[in-house]
């Protein structure tokens, strides 16, 4: 398993990790409540050239360098960031948000799923969720959080609180998925430009507190919401998404195992730390079970062992063709940050509810570069129709446009080579991902990158 990665050129000095910005707030902030700016598919590409873009992938990249495991001076044995569910922190700020968890959590008590049978989602869900709406004032309005949101005389309430609540799924649809994990990474972003943190160590330490013990609790809460009202997966791809609900715990699972580095080297592109399982072991479920509760990745993979059944590689081929990569965890983390730009931040389905405020905005970024087209450009939705009836309109879903993909090279995403074992002739072959004429997952050949933002470099 290689362990090194592309060393810089002589005299240069590595760029250093960007990190998301903390306003200034001794002026006046003109917050205001976030709406949504994404109406059709061509409005994608300028969200990629957004300031609201930019400060996503930031604090993606900042919270996943924060999970490399670093060199300690004086000893061969690195320093790793394990999940501790046992471990209490300490910090104000951290506290303050495992208590809103735990709070919102509780509701669930309260709203017991209906007993009747249901195809799809619980309708309870909505008593839940209706509840959560109701109390998101007082909720967030006390202690250090309400600190936190007091600036602007309480006007900052508005703006965040949207994307707490749009962080817990939809009540009309009865569904939860990536969309919605991207507003709860929203609301943690919110709160760091306030300067919620302010009272950590920033620069790695304040920010692995927040994933280790913030947003893994967030998504056991999620967990416990799908299992409770069965919540539908929202816009997936079925069987060849990566994970019917979640991404992000794939970007800092893989970044636990990389290759170890110092606090000012880049996010290593490949290796993994010594000792860590191999990728292959995500296909065991004893291993998956000695790993899921000190790594995100695996505590992912577990969760959905513990919901669907059949072969790993028949109900999850895209996570199973990941397993067979031979350049280390490194290598699965940048695929990882890569394949969340293109199939979450460049998909009309995923981003179209998505709002943006005066935190994350749907002004320009001055800086950002055109982005390019792609497969994923080509195949946004058009023109939304009205929907007869009310309601909410529907997407036009890029599979519903193409029956295939093209091909093409320089893969952005994950070079996917493992392929599955061979099934009965029953017609298990019909259920495994088509391949092109590289042997490749067409899959993965449609990862394509459409912008110039630091992780599709």
Not at 129 to 146: A, D, F, N, P, R
Not at 200 to 209: D, H, L, N, T
Not at 251 to 273: H, K, M, Y
Not at 325 to 350: C, H, Q, R, Y
């Amino acid at each position: 398993m290689a362990t090194t990665s592309t060393p810089t050129e002589p005299n240069q000095q590595p760029a250093p990790q960007p990190t998301l910005e903390i306003l200034d707030l001794s002026a006046p902030k003109a917050f205001k409540k976030p709406t949504k700016c994404i109406h059709e598919g061509p409005d994608v590409s300028l969200f990629l050239t957004s300031l609201a873009y930019r400060d996503i992938g930031t604090f993606v990249l900042q919270l996943n360098h924060a999970l490399i495991p670093r060199h300690q001076p004086g000893t061969s044995v690195p320093r790793m960031f394990p999940l501790t569910p046992n471990h209490k922190p300490s910090t104000p700020s951290i506290l303050a948000l495992n208590t809103l968890l735990v709070r919102t959590e509780a509701l669930i008590t309260q709203a017991p799923p209906d007993p009747g049978p249901r195809r799809f989602g619980n309708v309870s869900f909505r008593k839940w969720y209706g509840m959560l709406e109701e109390q998101i004032t007082t909720l967030l309005g006390e202690g250090k959080i309400g600190e936190t949101l007091e600036a602007g005389g309480g006007a900052a309430m508005e703006e965040v609180g949207s994307y707490f609540l749009g962080g817990f799924g939809s009540s009309q649809r009865l569904d939860f998925g990536t969309g919605h994990e991207l507003s709860f990474l929203a609301f943690l972003g919110c709160l760091w430009k306030l300067g919620h943190f302010q009272d950590g160590q920033q620069g790695g330490e304040i920010e692995r507190e927040i994933v280790l013990h913030v947003f893994e609790q967030y998504l056991n809460v999620i967990r416990k919401l799908i299992l409770t009202y069965n919540l539908e997966p929202a816009g997936t791809h079925g069987v060849w998404g990566l994970d019917d609900h979640f991404f992000l715990s794939y970007i800092f699972g893989s970044a636990q195992f990389t290759r170890p580095i110092n606090d000012a080297d880049p996010t290593p592109l490949e290796g993994s730390v010594r000792g860590a399982p191999k990728p292959s072991d995500v296909t065991s479920a004893e291993k998956v079970n000695d790993y899921r509760s000190s790594n995100m990745y695996f505590s992912a993979i577990g969760f959905i062992n513990d919901v669907k059944k059949g072969p790993f590689w028949e109900h999850s081929p895209i996570l199973f063709d990941v397993s067979g990569i031979k350049d280390g965890w490194g290598k699965i983390n940048k695929g990882m940050i890569k394949m969340f730009n293109a199939e979450v931040l460049s998909k009309f389905p995923v981003v179209q509810h998505f709002p943006f405020g005066s935190l994350f905005s749907w002004e320009q970024d001055p800086n950002a570069a055109a982005p390019t087209q792609s497969v994923h450009m080509a195949n946004q939705p058009a023109v939304m129709a009205a929907p007869s009836g009310g309601g909410v309109a529907g997407t036009a879903a890029p599979w519903a446009q193409a029956t295939q993909m093209p091909s093409t090279t320089g893969t952005a995403g994950i070079p996917y080579t493992r392929m599955p074992p061979p099934g009965p002739r029953t017609g298990s072959l019909a259920a495994r991902p088509p391949t092109g004429e590289s042997g490749r997952s067409e899959t993965a050949n449609a990862q394509v990158t459409v912008t110039k933002a630091p992780w599709a470099k």
